[in-house]
C-alpha cells in the first residue's frame, strides 16, 4: 500500500506540473484571464488577466491516478474514490459554468448565489444517497477526540450532512482569495486523510490513493499558483477542491473531523459572515478592514503590519499543518 500511495502522489505531482507547462501559456495565449473586484486591495489589480481556471491542472492529475492506481480498487467495486472523484468533479463543473460567466461578461460576476447554492445542493444530496446505498456512510456521528458515535435519524443527519458539504464547498472557495493560500492550506488536509486512509488499512486503500494523488496534484499545481501567480485555479479548481474535502471525510465517515482539519477554512467563512451581519447591523461599521480575513491582514488590520501574500500563505499552512495533525490523533482510532 505504501509503494501505490507514494506512486500516485509522485504521478499526479509530475503529471500536473508538465501539463501546467503546456496548459497555463495555452490560457494566456486564448486570454482565459481573470478579472480583479474593484472593493479589493488596490495592488490586486495588477494581478488582472492572470490565467484562470489552473485548478483543471490538479483535477486531471488526481483523475488520472484513480483510474491508474485506483483501477484495481474500483474493479473489485470498492467504489469509495470513485464516488469522491465523480461528486468533486460535478461541483467542478459548477465552477468552470461560474469561471465562463465571468470570462464571458469580463467581470468578475458569474452564476448568480441563488443558482450556485441550487446546484450544490443537489450534488450534495447525490452523494450522500451514493455513500448511504454502497454502505460507506451510516446516519450516525463520529465524535473525535472522545470516540464516542452518536446515532442519529436520518431525516435529521442527510440535511445536516447537505449543509456541511454546501458550508465546506464554499468555505474553500471563500480561501481562495491570494497566490497559492486555498492550494497550501489543502494539501495538509489531504495529507492527513492518506494518513488515515494507511492507517485504517486496505479497506480505505483506494481512497488513499485519491488523497494522495491530489496532493501531488496540488503541489505540481502550486508551482504555477506560488506567488506570484503564473495563473489562478478559479472556481472550477476551488468548487472541486471544496468537494473533495468534504467528500473524503463523508466516505471515511467521519465527518466531524472537518472542525479541527478545516479551521482555517471556517474561520475565513466566519470572518465573511461576521463583517456582513455587522455591517448592516451598524450601518456601515466594519470589524475587519476587508473581509474574509487573509485580506484584512494584507490590509494592515488591528495590529498595523500588512502581511505579504507569502507571509499570510505560510502562517494559514501552518496552522493548518498543526490542525492536521490534531486531526489524524483524534480520529485514527476511528477503525483500529
Known sequence: MTLRLVSSFLTAFVLAALLGSVYVPWL?????????????????????????????????????VVFSFGFPFIKDGELGALFVLIFSL???????????????????????????????????IALLYLLRLEGYL?????????????DLPEIVYFPLAAFIIVGTVNAVN?????DGLAASVSVPVFVCYTALAFAWGSRFSSLGVFAAG???????????????????????????????????????????????LCLVFILETLSDIIQVTYFKLTHGKRIFK??????????????????????IVSLFAGVTVICAIVSFFSCVGRYV
Open 28 to 64: 494566456r495565449k486564448i486570454k482565459a484571464g481573470q478579472e480583479i473586484k474593484e472593493i479589493g486591495p488596490n495592488w490586486h489589480k495588477s494581478k488582472a488577466g492572470t490565467p484562470t481556471m489552473g485548478g483543471v491542472l490538479f483535477i486531471v492529475a488526481v483523475t488520472a
Open 90 to 124: 460535478f461541483y467542478g463543473a459548477i465552477g468552470f459554468l461560474d469561471d465562463y460567466e465571468k470570462l464571458k461578461k469580463k467581470q468578475n460576476l458569474g452564476l448568480s448565489a441563488k443558482s450556485k447554492f441550487i446546484l450544490q445542493l443537489v450534488v450534495a
Open 138 to 150: 451510516s446516519p450516525s456521528l463520529y465524535v473525535p477526540f472522545w470516540h464516542v458515535t452518536f
Open 174 to 178: 471563500i480561501t481562495d482569495g491570494i
Open 214 to 260: 491530489l496532493t501531488g496534484g496540488l503541489f505540481g499545481f502550486l508551482i504555477y499558483n506560488f506567488h506570484p501567480a503564473k495563473c489562478f485555479m478559479g472556481d472550477t479548481g476551488s468548487l472541486f477542491l471544496g468537494g473533495a474535502v468534504c467528500g473524503m471525510a463523508f466516505a471515511l465517515d467521519v465527518p466531524l473531523i472537518l472542525v479541527p
Open 290 to 311: 476587508m473581509a474574509p480575513f487573509h485580506h484584512h491582514l494584507e490590509m494592515g488590520g488591528w495590529l498595523g503590519h500588512k502581511w505579504t501574500e507569502v507571509q
